[in-house]
C-alpha cells in the first residue's frame, strides 16, 4: 500500500511559477513510476508528466512540454513538479500518481495509487 500526499498548490498569476510535492509512505517507493494529472472543472483528467522508477526517463504531456519539470528523489520518497510559464489554461486540480509499473507511463490505468491533489489557479 502506498499513501501520497501533495503540496504546494496555490494562486499564482500568468507567467509565475509553482512547485508541486508529492511525499509517498510505503518502502517499494522506487519501485514505482510516478506521473502527475490534472483535472480542471467539468474536464476529463488528463496527464500532465511521468517519471520512471530511476528518475532517467521523463514523459511530458504536448501542453506542458519545455514548460514543466518531474523530477524524484528516492532517498526522500518524494515526487516533485516544477512548473514555470503558467497559464489560465493549467488552472486544474493535481494529483500526483504511483504506478507499481516501473517505466513511465502516461496511461491512468496504469496507475494503482492516487493522491488527493492540491489545486492551481493561474490568474490572468
Known amino acids: 500500500q502506498v499513501q501520497l500526499v501533495e503540496s504546494g498548490g496555490g494562486l499564482v498569476q500568468a507567467g509565475g511559477s509553482l512547485r508541486l510535492s508529492c511525499a509517498a509512505s510505503g518502502r517499494t517507493f522506487s519501485s514505482y513510476a510516478m506521473g502527475w494529472f490534472r483535472q480542471a472543472p467539468g474536464k476529463e483528467r488528463e496527464f500532465v508528466a511521468a517519471?520512471?522508477?530511476?528518475?532517467?526517463?521523463?514523459s511530458y504531456a504536448d501542453s506542458v512540454k519545455g514548460r514543466f519539470t518531474i523530477s524524484r528523489d528516492n532517498a526522500e520518497s518524494t515526487v516533485s513538479l516544477q512548473m514555470n510559464s503558467l497559464n489560465p489554461q493549467d488552472t486544474s486540480v493535481y494529483s500526483c500518481?504511483?504506478?507499481?509499473?516501473?517505466?513511465?507511463?502516461?496511461?491512468?490505468?496504469?496507475?494503482?495509487?492516487w493522491g488527493q491533489g492540491p489545486p492551481v489557479t493561474v490568474s490572468s
Open positions: 500518481a504511483a504506478s507499481t509499473f516501473a517505466r513511465a507511463t502516461s496511461r491512468q490505468y496504469d496507475y494503482s495509487y
Open positions: 517519471i520512471n522508477w530511476s528518475g532517467r526517463v521523463t
